[in-house]
């Protein structure tokens, strides 16, 4: 089974950068790497995805690391609405998804 | 949003009844999830589907079991409710082409 390893927490200033890192050092070839973030009481909410490139979207940027061991979710400038549970995932060849803890953002106003 | 709905959202019930959660698609999509989620250990997965009738186990199945008669439903059963099995429980669905999945509302249940 692919596992991601995240921070349990991590805080941030409003409109300041963060940078969510991801360890996935047992990650193959053909996993795709997906970040989610959750709400409470929310079901996860999708925000980025990547295989080997880094991707933009109007809601993050992904940096995947060469050897692909690691990534870094980076939301450009926290605000209030982005504290939540963000989690990095791993899609495997059958199409499964391995949820780890999470990263727990605060963000201080 | 995805065209995903879960039934019930909420449900109370007695150690050793049997209950059935469904989760219901608009998309079409041929890959269905469900997971669990407790304080502690994020979202893991129960069971999934990969299309109408084929269906397989996750890291957290023992206890529950599920049918896919058609592609919109994927139905979620415990056979016997355990105290252990409170939790809130999360449909996906994907494609296999994009991947991504997307999740439904959830449903929160009690087991006493």
């Known amino acids: 089974d692919a596992k991601t390893t995240q921070p349990n927490s991590m805080e941030s200033n409003e409109e300041e950068p963060v940078h969510l890192p991801c360890n996935h050092s047992?990650?193959?070839?053909?996993?795709?790497i997906h970040w989610y973030r959750q709400l409470p009481s929310q079901g996860p909410e999708y925000v980025i995805h990547g295989l080997t490139s880094n991707v933009n979207n109007r809601m993050a940027s992904l940096a995947i690391a060469e050897d692909r061991k690691s990534s870094t979710l980076i939301l450009h400038r926290a605000t209030l609405r982005d504290a939540a549970v963000y989690y990095c995932?791993?899609?495997?060849?059958?199409?499964?998804?391995?949820f780890g803890t999470g990263t727990s953002l605060t963000v201080i106003p | 949003d995805a065209g995903i709905t879960q039934s019930p959202r909420h449900k109370v019930t007695e150690t050793g009844t049997p209950v059935t959660l469904r989760c219901h698609q608009t998309e079409n999509h041929r890959y269905m999830y469900w997971y669990r989620q407790d304080p502690g250990h994020g979202l893991r997965l129960i069971h999934y589907?990969?299309?109408?009738?084929?269906?397989d186990k996750g890291e957290v199945s023992d206890g529950y079991s599920v049918s896919r008669s058609k592609t919109e439903d994927f139905l979620l059963t415990l056979e016997s409710a355990t105290s252990s099995q409170t939790s809130v429980y999360f449909c996906?669905?994907?494609?296999?082409?994009?991947?991504?999945?997307?999740f439904g509302p959830g449903t929160r249940l009690t087991v006493l």
């Open positions: 995932i791993l899609r495997d060849t059958g199409n499964q998804f391995y």
């Open positions: 047992t990650i193959s070839g053909t996993d795709y």
């Open positions: 996906a669905i994907s494609e296999p082409t994009s991947g991504t999945p997307f």
């Open positions: 589907s990969y299309g109408v009738k084929d269906t």
